[in-house]
């Protein structure tokens, strides 16, 4: 069992979660059917992937931290999900067109290569399958983040692999559509992104 610190959130259960970061996996559900087949990329230490299993035909965490998949196996295990440790990557153990839905929160800038870590998802999602992944805004000052992104630079790299559904923002525990509700950015210094994507043709 591992520690919650700066760099990864490890409750041992659910009501011991951050709410900022519980709120965008019950964000997910609501995309989500009893069907579907379920990555969630990275897992850090297994809680969202243990909640995405109210909705979903089974849910697959991966994380490169082995400790956390630990964590996740002894505090957050049930008959609907399993935890592997791997590098996004590089998920080869997963065959081509494998989930329907990727849910990857906080991960992205996380990757020394955003576009192979798209480029995998793409792969293993079904063709028309949906990605739900969310980013910090930048510049958000985490020592752990090996990449930001503004707000145009993540729809950018999104585009080149996928079809933007919808974007939404994140305050705190608040998530809003940010066509419907207009915010200025530089207003807050903690921010997220979430998009909902298609993998359809581009």
């Known amino acids: 069992m591992i520690e919650s610190d700066k760099e990864r959130q490890a409750p041992k259960n659910l009501d011991e979660t951050e709410l900022t970061h519980l709120v965008r996996y019950k964000f ?10 379920v990555l969630d990329a990275p897992c850090g230490s297994g809680y969202g992937t ?3 299993t109210k909705k ?8 490169i931290f082995q400790p956390a998949i630990d964590h996740a196996n002894e505090l957050f295990l049930n008959d609907y999900n399993c935890f592997f440790a791997c590098d996004v990557l590089d998920m080869s153990m997963f065959v081509d067109y494998n989930f329907s839905v990727v849910v990857s929160f906080e991960g992205i800038e996380h990757v020394r290569d955003p576009d192979k870590f798209l480029l995998e998802i793409k792969r293993i999602l079904t063709p028309d399958g949906m990605l739900i992944i969310s980013t910090p805004k930048k510049p958000h000052g985490s020592p752990f983040h090996i990449v930001e992104f503004t707000l145009d630079e ?7 692999y996928f079809v933007i ?3 939404y923002g994140q305050i705190y525990t608040d998530i809003f559509d940010l066509e419907k509700k207009k915010v200025n950015l530089d207003d807050y210094k903690h921010f997220n992104f979430i998009a909902v994507c298609r993998n359809g043709e581009i």
Not at 56 to 63: C, I, L, M, P
């Open 28 to 37: 997910a559900l609501d995309f989500i059917s009893d069907d579907d087949v």
């Open 50 to 52: 243990n909640l995405l």
């Open 56 to 63: 979903s035909k089974k849910v697959y965490g991966v994380d």
């Open 154 to 160: 993540f729809k950018k790299i999104l585009s080149k």
């Open 165 to 167: 559904e919808k974007m």
